[in-house]
C-alpha cells in the first residue's frame, strides 16, 4: 500500500497564509492601526507602517505610548494563537480553510501586561516579534520585542500573561 502523495509546497503555503490573514483581519483594530504580519515557516514579525495618525507628540515627533502599547500586546496575541493554530494545523485538527475573518477562533484574553517603554519610536515602521515562554491549556507568558531600524536596537519590549481561550465540547 502505497502512502499519499504529499501536497506541493506552493499548496501548503497558500493555505497557512490564509488561515493568517483570516486571524489577523478578523480583529478591527489590527486593520485600523495598520499592522501586517510577515510569515517564514512558523516565525511572525509584526510591521507597524508609519502613518502620522500614529503620532502622539508631533513636536519629537514619536509614536504615540498607546500605539506602542497596542502594537505589542496585538503582536503577542496573534503570535500566541498562529502558534496554537500552527500546531493544530500541522497535526491536522484544524482546517485551514474553515476560517475566515468572520470566522476565527477565539483569542487569548490578557491577563495582564507590562511594557518598558525603552526609546521614543520614531515616525517610520516599527517592527515585533513575540516569544511563547510557556504555553499551556489556560495559561501562556509571552515576551515581544519591537524596533525600527536595528534589530539589536529596541524601543519597546514587553511581556504578557494571557487566559487560553478553551475548546467548546
Known sequence: MSRPRPEPVQVVKQRRDAALNALVHGVPYINYLGIEFDRRGDELTAILPFDEKLIGNPILPAIHG?????????????????????????RG???PTSLSPGH??????????TIDYLRSGLPRDAY????VNR???????????????????????????????????
Open 66 to 90: 498607546g500605539v506602542t502599547a497596542a502594537f505589542l500586546e496585538v503582536t503577542a496575541i496573534i503570535g500566541l494563537s498562529w502558534t496554537t493554530l500552527w500546531d493544530k494545523m500541522e
Open 93 to 95: 485538527e484544524l482546517d
Open 104 to 113: 476565527i477562533p477565539r483569542l487569548p484574553k490578557t491577563i495582564d501586561f
Open 128 to 131: 515585533a516579534r513575540a516569544r
Open 135 to 169: 504555553s499551556g491549556r489556560r495559561y501562556a507568558s509571552v515576551h515581544v520585542e519591537a524596533w525600527q531600524d536595528n534589530r539589536a536596537r529596541l524601543f519597546a519590549q514587553a511581556t504578557g500573561h494571557f487566559l487560553m481561550p478553551q475548546d467548546d465540547g
